[in-house]
């Protein structure tokens, strides 16, 4: 019987009886009387502990033959948080899974990206989740499916292909046998009125879910506060607000596989409502994780959280406002390029040299709804650029084509499944790299949840305020004790200045 690696059976029972939803998503609950699986927070009253067995994936319990809960919804539940702090195999494997390329590219091409046998990727993600990446893939493709059941008018046929299935068959099978529901009567179970977008062709209306508690300030001041004209936008709250029309938003345009999108993300209470556009709908699944990605929607604050309070300096900053999360990208090889532009300026100045790239060189794209104009240009686009045209000094162009030029031809990768430890070592290796720019790039593209940033000045700025070290290598010494969440104590750090990027806008 395959079990969650990372909790023992007791803890697990204990979850499961306190009904306490920090576990959804870290491992799943299958009941052996009635099979099927559900979330550690079902609002059901708990089976016997006889009764239950335990799975880290929901792929693993539909292997096993159980079937999703109709109450708890678990395929709803938020990432588990172990594929974003860790850079193992099977982590790198479960963020691709999540990005789609197993449907794109099949398991040699995800074995490829990896640099690892089929094999042996295969044997990994069995030892750990109890199922292969086929099986993985399959359990995202139902969830997909169920989504679009659920929040379009789309006929079946579409939504199967959409959903990455390859025949409608297979996608009727599935839905049955995950759901124990046809696709019809999952679609009739939906409460009548309930928002399935604005009437656009391609727009979905969802609602993220994230692990309590969630502090949106620093997060969406951030991408408010650093956003590139035409690419990105923060829409302010209007009175009379609709989700529909999502504004209190922050908007930006997507390069996704299969075309371009349109995200509008806006915080509530209890989860992130996001407002897609696809000119695909095959891009729904790799748009919602990128989107997860961006917000950091899958952390555990938690155990983040905790681990920071044990300093007692570091303890009021939490206490004050617990739960910040770490904006990320949807976009590595952008945001290395942005992390290029703001080297040594200000925030507005690097947002002004990114906004002359973007009208320069960006795909035109049309919003009716915005001032979205493009989406931001391509390694490869950048690469064709003539370094005299760039409005900065000659060493950072130097350090701005060399980086173009090695993400264009391939000899720098940065995706979700990069190696983090590698990727530092070759981007330190570019002229013009020092250790801030790897590890802002290492925190904010790569989301290694360790990354610090003791050289820079707010840093240690704050750090003097509060009392810590501001030297570099005492700072360092004395964040040993913040592993593995120091780059969110970089976000608390932060959150002393009174800089736009630490408030959320209004």
Not at 248 to 267: C, E, F, K, N, S
Not at 314 to 335: I, K, N
Request: hydrophobic share 40%; net charge positive.
């Amino acid at each position: 019987m395959q079990t969650a690696t990372h909790l023992d059976r007791e803890h697990c029972v204990r979850a499961v009886q306190s009904k306490d939803a920090r576990f959804d998503g870290w491992f799943y609950t299958a009941v052996l009387t009635t099979r099927i699986y559900c979330r550690p927070s079902c609002p059901v009253v708990p089976p016997k502990p006889g009764n239950m067995t335990f799975y880290p994936s929901a792929a693993a319990c539909q292997q096993a033959g159980f079937r999703a809960c109709k109450r708890c919804r678990p395929d709803t539940s938020p990432g588990s948080p172990e594929w974003n702090q860790r850079a193992d195999l099977v982590a790198r494997a479960m963020r691709l899974i999540g990005d789609g390329v197993v449907d794109r590219e099949g398991v040699p091409g995800l074995a490829a990206r990896l640099g690892y046998s089929t094999r042996q990727v295969e044997r990994q993600l069995l030892a750990e989740l109890g199922a292969g990446p086929l099986a993985l893939a399959r359990a995202q493709r139902a969830q997909t499916a169920r989504l679009l059941i659920e929040t379009t008018a789309l006929p079946m046929a579409e939504i199967a292909f959409a959903a990455g299935f390859s025949s409608v068959r297979a996608f009727n099978d599935t839905v049955r046998e995950v759901y124990a529901l046809s696709p019809s009567e999952l679609r009739h179970r939906v409460p009548a009125g309930r928002a399935s977008g604005d009437g656009t062709p391609g727009t979905l209306c969802l609602r993220l879910p994230f692990r309590a508690p969630l502090n949106p300030s620093n997060l969406f001041g951030h991408l408010a506060a650093t956003a590139v004209p035409g690419v990105e936008e923060w829409l302010p709250r209007s009175p009379d607000d609709a989700d529909g029309a999502l504004t209190g938003a922050y908007r930006r345009t997507l390069r996704l596989p299969y075309g371009h999108g349109i995200v509008a993300l806006a915080p509530r209470p209890d989860h992130i409502a996001c407002r897609l556009t696809l000119g695909d709908l095959r891009d729904l699944a790799v748009a919602i994780s990128r989107c997860r990605r961006l917000l950091d929607l899958d952390a555990d604050p938690v155990a983040v959280d905790d681990r920071l309070r044990t300093d007692p300096l570091l303890a009021p900053l939490v206490d004050r406002a617990p739960g910040r999360r770490v904006p990320r990208t949807v976009d590595e090889a952008e945001f290395a390029v942005r992390a290029v532009l703001g080297q040594q300026v200000s925030t507005a100045a690097a947002r002004t040299h990114a906004a002359r790239l973007v009208t320069a060189h960006g795909k035109p794209l049309d919003d009716p709804e915005g001032g979205l104009t493009h989406l931001f240009p391509s390694p490869e686009e950048l690469a064709a650029v003539d370094p005299e045209t760039l409005a900065m000094p000659r060493t950072r162009r130097t350090t701005f084509t060399t980086l173009v030029g090695r993400l264009a031809d391939g000899s720098l990768h940065l995706g979700v499944e990069s190696d983090w430890a590698e990727a530092r070592t070759r981007l330190l290796a570019l002229p013009g790299f020092g250790p801030w720019t790897v590890d802002v790039i290492a925190m904010r593209a790569l989301g290694d949840p360790d990354a610090f940033l003791p050289t820079d000045l707010g840093i240690r700025r704050a750090a003097g305020e509060l009392g810590l070290p501001s030297t570099p290598a005492a700072l360092t010494a004395r964040a040993e004790a913040w592993r593995p969440w120091r780059a969110y104590a970089v976000q608390y750090l932060w959150a002393t200045d009174s800089h736009p990027i630490n408030f959320l806008p209004v």
